[in-house]
């Protein structure tokens, strides 16, 4: 049989098969041992899934609570050992919230769920209404764990409706009983109508909810856009988007072209905490034409050789930062840097630019985004920028890059 090393020759690449062959004690032993690299004892850990030898489990329990092992290996072997009652105490204690290694918190959390400690329901919850995913399927599991033992009606009770998390779980488990969750869509907090409307299922429901139900504007909004998911009929969703009354968000300094770009490429995946309105403007509005990138970096390229300025070849936002990507291309003027937009006829510099430069691009047909324009904030459209989920500015919005 092959090693332990072989079977996990270099990182990320292990053989799963071959690792379930292997014997549950010499896994165990393995990783047991913090001498060995991460990287192969965690692979370990996932093969000894449903054989864990009784006599390891201290030493696997020791690996758990040692804040100094590495976090990959310490979340697996909770998940091994999630039904090992004699970890709660210690998983409560108080002491755990001082371990703030990466990810342990959410996986504390999450054992205790799936031990049944009705006492972290709460926290369980806010980690499920999370934006990030990780910590989002934390607070699943665990509050997962919580239902299949005690029943979705107890952890209810338990939880109430005061917070806005407990009402997203509350959507959750009456989806989950095939239950009617349209009256959420009217829920003061977007986090909660966003979930609501992400589990519409009932095309004539929503339709009626928009007619005879739904109190405001902005519950009309989320029906129309849940509606708009299920059939995917353009053409309802702007006669329903007529009969509201075009409703959008307005945002002063924004004219309509700069509008128009921005809404289509954002509008769709922006963020829970957005308005709805952009999410069915970017349904029912007409989209701009997309430039010929090409074609426009020629001819801004085409524009500042004319004016003599020695430009030196375009190069996207993710070569120009060397990872990811955005919409933006970097054209360099001597020191200066140019920046044009992949939304539109956009250009800006990074710092102040040479009068030469904007002249010659706008005189190629290009529209010169200068600071105060830039600057303007498109109101509750949430975009996820570097860590962050808020409203974005223009500046952002037209020459954006994240890695």
Same mark, same amino acid.
């Given at each position: 049989?092959?090693?332990?090393?072989?079977?996990?020759?270099?990182?990320?690449?292990?053989?799963?098969?071959?690792?379930?062959?292997?014997?549950?004690?010499?896994?165990?032993?393995?990783?047991?041992?913090?001498?060995?690299?991460?990287?192969?004892?965690?692979?370990?850990?996932?093969?000894?899934?449903?054989?864990?030898?009784?006599?390891?489990?201290?030493?696997?329990?020791?690996?758990?609570?040692?804040?100094?092992?590495?976090?990959?290996?310490?979340?697996?072997?909770?998940?091994?050992?999630?039904?090992?009652?004699?970890?709660?105490?210690?998983?409560?204690?108080?002491?755990?919230?001082?371990?703030?290694?990466?990810?342990?918190?959410?996986?504390?959390?999450?054992?205790?769920?799936?031990?049944?400690?009705?006492?972290?329901?709460?926290?369980?919850?806010?980690?499920?209404?999370?934006?990030?995913?990780?910590?989002?399927?934390?607070?699943?599991?665990?509050?997962?764990?919580?239902?299949?033992?005690?029943? /979705?009606?107890?952890? %209810?009770?338990? +939880?109430? =409706? !005061? @917070?806005? #998390?407990? &009402?997203?779980?509350?959507?959750?488990?009456?989806?989950?009983?095939?239950?009617?969750?349209?009256?959420?869509?009217?829920?003061?907090?977007?986090?909660?109508?966003?979930?609501?409307?992400?589990?519409?299922?009932?095309?004539?429901?929503?339709?009626?909810?928009?007619?005879?139900?739904?109190?405001?504007?902005?519950?009309?909004?989320? /029906?129309?856009?849940? %509606?708009?998911? +299920?059939? =995917? !009929? @353009?053409? #309802?969703? &702007?006669?329903?988007?007529?009969?509201?009354?075009?409703?959008?968000?307005?945002?002063?300094?924004?004219?309509?072209?700069?509008?128009?770009?921005?809404?289509?490429?954002?509008?769709?995946?922006?963020?829970?905490?957005?308005?709805?309105?952009?999410?069915?403007?970017?349904?029912?509005?007409?989209?701009?034409?997309?430039?010929?990138?090409?074609?426009?970096?020629?001819?801004?390229?085409?524009?500042?050789?004319?004016?003599?300025?020695?430009?030196?070849?375009?190069?996207?936002?993710?070569?120009?930062?060397?990872?990811?990507?955005?919409?933006?291309?970097?054209?360099?003027?001597?020191?200066?840097?140019?920046?044009?937009?992949?939304?539109?006829?956009?250009?800006?510099?990074?710092?102040?630019?040479?009068?030469?430069?904007?002249?010659?691009?706008?005189?190629?047909?290009?529209?010169?985004?200068?600071?105060?324009?830039?600057?303007?904030?498109?109101?509750?459209?949430?975009?996820?920028?570097?860590?962050?989920?808020?409203?974005?500015?223009?500046?952002?919005?037209?020459?954006?890059?994240?890695?």
């Amino acid at each position: 049989m092959r090693s332990l090393e072989a079977l996990m020759a270099q990182a990320g690449f292990d053989d799963t098969a071959g690792l379930r062959d292997v014997g549950a004690e010499e896994l165990a032993r393995y990783v047991a041992d913090p001498g060995h690299p991460w990287w192969r004892r965690r692979p370990c850990v996932i093969a000894l899934t449903g054989r864990v030898p009784e006599q390891y489990v201290p030493g696997l329990i020791a690996c758990v609570q040692n804040p100094q092992d590495t976090p990959e290996v310490r979340m697996a072997l909770l998940d091994l050992l999630a039904d090992r009652v004699e970890l709660l105490p210690w998983l409560r204690h108080e002491d755990r919230a001082s371990d703030t290694s990466y990810g342990m918190g959410e996986a504390f959390l999450k054992a205790r769920g799936l031990l049944g400690d009705r006492s972290a329901a709460r926290e369980l919850a806010t980690l499920a209404a999370s934006s990030w995913r990780s910590a989002r399927d934390a607070g699943d599991a665990g509050l997962d764990g919580l239902v299949d033992r005690y029943g /979705a009606d107890a952890i %209810l009770a338990q +939880l109430g =409706e !005061d @917070r806005p #998390e407990d &009402r997203e779980f509350r959507v959750w488990m009456r989806y989950r009983a095939d239950e009617d969750v349209t009256y959420a869509l009217a829920d003061p907090d977007r986090r909660v109508a966003y979930v609501a409307q992400s589990l519409a299922s009932d095309a004539d429901r929503l339709r009626a909810y928009i007619q005879e139900s739904a109190t405001t504007t902005e519950a009309k909004v989320w /029906a129309a856009y849940a %509606l708009y998911g +299920l059939t =995917e !009929d @353009r053409a #309802e969703a &702007r006669a329903v988007y007529e009969r509201l009354g075009r409703p959008r968000v307005e945002v002063e300094g924004l004219d309509e072209e700069l509008r128009r770009a921005i809404v289509h490429e954002y509008g769709p995946g922006c963020e829970r905490l957005s308005d709805p309105r952009w999410r069915i403007e970017a349904v029912c509005a007409e989209p701009p034409a997309r430039p010929d990138v090409d074609e426009q970096l020629r001819r801004a390229t085409a524009a500042l050789t004319g004016a003599g300025l020695a430009p030196k070849r375009p190069v996207s936002c993710g070569e120009d930062n060397q990872q990811g990507d955005g919409t933006y291309h970097v054209i360099e003027v001597g020191g200066d840097r140019l920046l044009i937009s992949t939304l539109g006829p956009f250009a800006s510099a990074e710092g102040d630019a040479p009068d030469a430069a904007w002249r010659a691009l706008e005189s190629a047909g290009f529209r010169w985004i200068d600071g105060e324009t830039g600057a303007i904030r498109v109101t509750d459209l949430c975009v996820y920028y570097f860590g962050g989920r808020n409203a974005i500015t223009v500046d952002t919005a037209l020459f954006y890059w994240q890695d």
